[in-house]
């Protein structure tokens, strides 16, 4: 060990938003260093630390003797660096998290990595065979244009408008120059497929993490990429971290998608990570969509973002004709208008698909009577029907009960249940049509691994004639032999209280249509809905993107919604309602007096799900022009907010929020 330090600084994934440093005694072999990991002693049990820094001398303010020593090292090799520290101090300033929290978000939480295999190079490497059109030229001359600071670039087209090629090119020529590159996908799309279409053009250079990899399998990849022996790596949200050497550039595949913002502290988002980290490193960043966010949308209109469109469908086919229908004065889920298609394109010989977005068999259970609703135990949201189960469910937590026959509350029998679901849609479809073969795809049915998969292949190879489902068999709409596409209820989402509800909404239907019609020139798109006349179901069955975004900013413009506020989001929760109630009046008392003069605070105020998991959660909103002042007042409050709060309450911090319920 020679003349090696003496103390360690360490980070511990603990939520201290004051980003606690703690000093340990080198361990004996002398082993530890800046980027590996270690077992230590921390209050009275032992966590994994991060080693963040190496000191000859202990602070002033400890004595040598009191300082412990760490157990173990954990890595054999280190598993991040400096630069990595310093993205994680930016995400635990920009995020209002701890320093150890952020750190540990960005690493894979595998065991120590010993050694790895590298691949062999002499796999055979495709070459890209097709001539671009002069729309993708355009885009990727703009894209590795020479330039001192290039802006963020946005590829704006419709599926099949060419927008991957485009990324891969542009990644070829980040690759041929010495670069390494990112490519960002939503986790629900990121298939074996995508992973070997990128392994066939890039070889041995490229790796794939996903959520699907054992953490010591993603760790080892990890190391493999630290090595500069990846040049591409594939990956959903967290990928974003991914330790390339010499990063040249940033893409992120379908921005709108709602996975790219982290459900658990730090509450991050790849986008903004991604900004973070190109700024920092000169690299670029192109993003790509057919239904961009109201966030991207409004930078590129005021020039922050460079927008390049791709107006034409290159792989044939053009976009159906999406007819929307009231199902105002249905009895059951099927429209006549639907019906009536769902039958002709049987008779034609080929496939439907319908979808829904809610599982289950009904959606809530209501009493005529007095007006009772059947809700969780422990969350404040009714329970879904499951008939296949006989039970009613909660679908945040998953408490279910035998759903009564009368009503509990005045024993009415007017009672039961209303709305519906994928299970219902399923027996009415197999009622109606008895001769067409019918599968039901969704996390009721999927459980089992690969069974979405086999479902999505027997239907590819025609073994059936309508496919149902949520989200998840928006991957058939690629296939050759599907011409009808039926969304059986296009307002599931609409009246959320949440100011994204119509964005969402649209989103949702315009890519559903946008994947439709690639391969075939009828196709057709029933777009079914109780509210045939709100602007986010018109304007999204006209495709009328453009229409759509210049109505919802204004609407959010003077709603003072963002893009046009910057929010944070503080949400308390607590096992008692008192205890949830006392600790946001605390913080409401305390953050009224700190805010700045061009912020508000929305609250405090129970949140749209009041209970989740037994918890009651109350939320307060700061609201301000820029981040900036945001943040500013976001610190004075947690630091006056964490000094003597109920240790019984759980204070969380969204930075950006995306969904408000
Ligand atoms: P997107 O990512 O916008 O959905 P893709 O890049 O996947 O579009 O392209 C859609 C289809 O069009 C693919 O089958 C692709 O092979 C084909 N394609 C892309 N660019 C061209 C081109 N320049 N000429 C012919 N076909 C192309
Ligand atoms: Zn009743
Ligand atoms: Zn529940």
């Excluded at 495709?126 to 729309?135: I, R």
Aim: charged share 25%; aromatic share 8%.
């Amino acid at each position: 060990m020679a003349d090696s330090a003496q103390y360690l600084d360490i980070v511990f994934d603990v939520p201290i938003r004051d980003n606690p440093v703690f000093t340990y005694r080198m361990d004996p072999k002398g082993e530890a260093a800046l980027g590996k990991r270690v077992m230590a002693p921390f209050g009275r049990r032992e966590m994994t630390g991060y080693i963040i820094g190496q000191r000859d001398e202990a602070p002033a303010a400890l004595s040598a003797g009191s300082i412990k020593a760490v157990r173990r090292v954990v890595d054999g090799e280190p598993v991040f660096d400096s630069g990595d520290v310093e993205l994680a101090k930016w995400m635990a300033g920009y995020y209002l998290c701890g320093l150890g929290e952020a750190l540990a978000a960005m690493i894979p939480s595998g065991r120590r990595v010993g050694g790895y295999s590298s691949f062999d190079d002499d796999e055979d490497i495709a070459q890209a065979a097709l001539s671009l059109s002069e729309e993708q030229e355009k885009a990727l001359a703009a894209i590795t244009a020479p330039a001192e600071k290039p802006p963020p670039f946005y590829l704006y087209g419709i599926t099949g408008s060419g927008k991957t090629e485009v990324f891969l090119r542009a990644a070829e020529s980040a690759i041929r120059e010495g670069k390494s590159v990112i490519y960002l996908v939503p986790e629900i799309s990121l298939t074996h497929q995508t992973a070997e279409a990128i392994g066939k053009r890039f070889g041995p250079v490229a790796a794939t993490i996903h959520s699907g990899m054992s953490p010591s399998k993603r760790l080892t990849e990890w190391v493999r990429i630290r090595a500069g022996e990846v040049h591409i790596v594939v990956g959903p949200r967290s990928a974003v971290f991914a330790p390339v050497k010499n990063l040249g550039l940033i893409i992120i595949d379908e921005e709108h998608d709602g996975s790219y913002k982290s459900g658990n502290t730090p509450r991050y988002h790849a986008r903004q990570v991604a900004m973070r980290r190109v700024a920092t490193s000169g690299a670029r960043l192109v993003m790509g969509s057919a239904t961009p966010s109201a966030e991207a949308w409004k930078l590129m209109k005021d020039g922050g973002i460079k927008r390049l469109d791709l107006t034409r469908r290159l792989s044939g086919g053009s976009p159906p004709e999406i007819i929307p229908v009231s199902l105002e004065h249905t009895e059951g889920c099927l429209t006549g208008e639907l019906k009536d298609e769902i039958r002709k394109t049987a008779q034609l010989g080929r496939q439907s698909i319908l979808f829904l977005n809610r599982r289950g068999f009904a959606y809530f259970y209501h009493c005529k009577q007095c007006g009772f609703e059947l809700s969780c135990k422990h969350c404040s949201v009714s329970l879904t029907y499951h008939k296949s189960k006989g039970r009613a469910v909660c679908h945040y937590c998953g408490y279910s009960v035998v759903p009564p026959k009368a009503c509990p509350e005045c024993g009415s029998l007017e009672a039961g249940f209303a709305g519906f679901g994928t299970e219902m849609i399923e027996e009415e479809v197999a009622r109606t049509f008895p001769e067409l073969r019918l599968r039901r795809a969704d996390a009721d049915t999927t459980g089992r691994k690969g069974s979405l998969a086999e479902t999505l292949d027997i239907f590819k190879a025609g073994g059936m004639d309508i496919l149902l489902g949520t989200q998840m068999v928006a991957k058939g709409l690629n296939f050759p032999g599907v011409r009808l596409v039926g969304v059986v209820l296009a307002d599931t989402g609409l009246h959320m209280p949440d100011f994204r509800a119509a964005e969402r909404t649209f989103s949702l239907i315009v890519q559903v249509a946008g994947r439709a019609g690639r391969y075939f020139p009828d196709g057709k798109v029933i777009v079914q809905t109780l509210r045939p006349h709100d602007p986010a179901i018109t304007r999204a069955c006209a495709l009328d993107v453009e229409g759509f975004f210049t109505a919802e900013l204004a609407q959010r413009e003077m709603l003072g919604f963002p893009p046009y506020t910057r929010l944070i989001r503080f949400t308390l929760r607590s096992k008692e309602a008192e205890r949830a109630d006392g600790a946001i009046a605390r913080l409401a008392s305390i953050a009224t007096p700190l805010i700045p003069r061009d912020a508000d605070v929305l609250g405090p105020a129970e949140c749209p799900i009041g209970i989740m998991s037994g918890n009651h959660r109350r939320q307060l909103i700061l609201r301000g022009k820029t981040m900036g002042t945001l943040h500013t007042a976001a610190r004075a409050i947690l630091d006056r907010y964490d000094k003597g709060r109920d240790a019984k309450a759980y204070l969380e911090v969204d930075v950006d929020p995306v969904s408000l319920l």
